[in-house]
Nanobody, 125 residues
Framework: QVQLVESGGGAVQAGGSLRLSCAAS????????MGWFRQAPGKERDFVAA????????YYADSVKGRFTISRDNAKNTVFLQMNSLKPEDTAVYYC??????????????????WGQGTQVTVSS
């Protein structure tokens, strides 16, 4: 089993920045990829960004390209999401996810085996 714990959410004004962290524990040796998804009230949980654990290849949703950066610290089993130039439409609960098989695409919600509890990000105009 793998446990994921997110931190770093909060409230910020438009144009501001936040940095989310997600620490993985348990059977993390089989990690293929980690990602971030977000879910706004009444909407689907959407892909934000992902990073492959061994090579560090990154993937982004079009809506966050150029504003968000995903990175990882393999030694600490932690993935980060640096969010700059935040917009009110970025308001959502952000979830960390871990994929152990790497069979499906990075942006597919069903590709991920483990999920964190989520952290709220609120951007005011």
């Amino acid at each position: 089993q793998v446990q994921l714990v997110e931190s770093g959410g909060g409230a910020v004004q438009a144009g501001g920045s936040l940095r989310l962290s997600c620490a993985a524990s348990g059977r993390t040796f089989s990690t293929y990829r980690m990602g971030w998804f977000r879910q706004a009230p009444g909407k689907e949980r959407d892909f934000v960004a992902a990073i492959s654990w061994s090579m560090g290849n990154t993937y982004y949703a079009d809506s966050v390209k150029g504003r968000f950066t995903i990175s990882r610290d393999n030694a600490k089993n932690t993935v980060f999401l640096q969010m700059n130039s935040l917009k009110p439409e970025d308001t959502a609960v952000y979830y960390c996810a871990l994929d152990v098989r790497g069979i499906r695409g990075a942006g597919i919600r069903g590709a991920y085996d483990y999920w964190g509890q989520g952290t709220q990000v609120t951007v005011s105009s």
